[in-house]
């Protein structure tokens, strides 16, 4: 699990600058290790439309070995034969969750030691603790906490695989790490800028240069 965290691309149509499928392509070929279809927010793709769009960008995954998650969308995800689902602590309960879903990927947001705690509890594979920064792109964040929340669950004996979310880009990914994350998760560092590739590329450079440097 935790190689497959190191680079976590999240994102949805409204958040591309282009067509998701070329930005996905173009993310793949920089080196994001997981993939997660967040169709979400004013514009977002729904019904049949979001299901298509869902097909396209899980065959890319498919075909280059990058697991394939799913947002909060369980119907969606088990249509699909999606490799995991992601969700928040509002969707629902977990450990019902984790009976539906069987062996899939269980991603779980945790924003503090008690959500954290209770993840682990219920079948979680991995938690992403955010917002690390400020950021844009989601409106409805809890408070900006800091890789400092990341540290503080690791203090506590929290060694389930751990992803950082929210406002990280290339300069600011390494406190992240450093706080004892397994990677990062982003949406607008790759997904709105007009060359995904490099974006990616130079992410995943970082990324590992801080696991060296630790
Ligand atoms: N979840 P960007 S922050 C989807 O804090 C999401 O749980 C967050 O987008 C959380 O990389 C966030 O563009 C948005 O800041 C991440």
């Known amino acids: 699990m935790k ?3 190191k680079l976590y691309f999240v994102m949805g149509s409204v958040n591309c600058l282009k067509n998701p499928v070329e930005v996905l392509s173009e993310a793949i070929d920089g080196g994001i290790t997981m993939f997660q279809y967040r169709e979400k927010g004013k514009g977002a793709l729904e019904g049949e439309d979001k299901l298509q769009l869902g097909k396209k960008l899980q065959s890319l995954c498919n075909q280059n070995n990058i697991p394939f998650i799913v947002n909060d969308d369980i119907n969606l995800a088990l249509e699909l034969d999606a490799d995991g689902i992601h969700i928040g602590q509002e969707d629902g309960d977990v450990s019902k969750i984790r009976k539906f879903i069987g062996r899939k990927i269980l991603g779980v947001s945790a924003h503090d030691l008690s959500e954290a705690t209770e993840a682990v509890k219920t079948g ?27 540290r503080q669950l690791r203090q ?16 600011n990914l390494k406190p992240v790490i450093n706080a004892g994350a397994d990677g990062v998760a982003l949406i607008s560092a790759i997904s709105s800028l007009k060359q995904p590739r490099e974006a990616a590329s130079n992410l995943i450079e970082s990324i590992n240069d801080s696991f060296v440097n630790e």
């Open 156 to 171: 506590n004996n929290i060694e389930i695989p751990i992803v950082g979310i929210g406002g990280i880009n290339q300069q």
């Open 3 to 5: 190689k497959h965290l």
């Open 124 to 150: 979680a594979n991995y938690i992403g603790v955010g917002p690390m920064y400020e950021t844009k792109t989601k409106l409805d964040t809890n408070e900006v906490a800091g890789p400092d929340m990341i």
